[in-house]
């Protein structure tokens, strides 16, 4: 499993919603491939999914 902060062929690839554009975001690569997006905010606040439900819309943790 790889992961990185920012990839263009998730950002195109339907996930839509807050989350592919957010600086909180890792994008985690299976290696069977499906990919996951991975809030890091979830490790320091309960409030937040380790993986979030897509597509967020509305998000108190967003950052550009
Ligand atoms: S902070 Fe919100 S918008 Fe950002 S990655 Fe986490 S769930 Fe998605």
């Known amino acids: 499993m790889t992961s ?3 990839d263009d062929s998730v950002r ?5 919603g807050l989350c592919t ?3 909180q975001v890792r994008f ?4 069977s491939g499906s990919t996951f997006l991975m809030c890091r905010l ?3 606040d309960p409030r937040f999914a380790k993986y979030p439900p897509q597509p967020v819309r509305i ?3 967003y950052a550009s």
């Open 21 to 23: 554009a957010c600086a």
């Open 42 to 44: 979830a490790k320091s």
């Open 28 to 31: 985690v690569h299976t290696q």
């Open 4 to 6: 990185s902060s920012a």
């Open 59 to 61: 998000c108190e943790g």
């Open 12 to 16: 195109g690839a339907g996930f839509g």
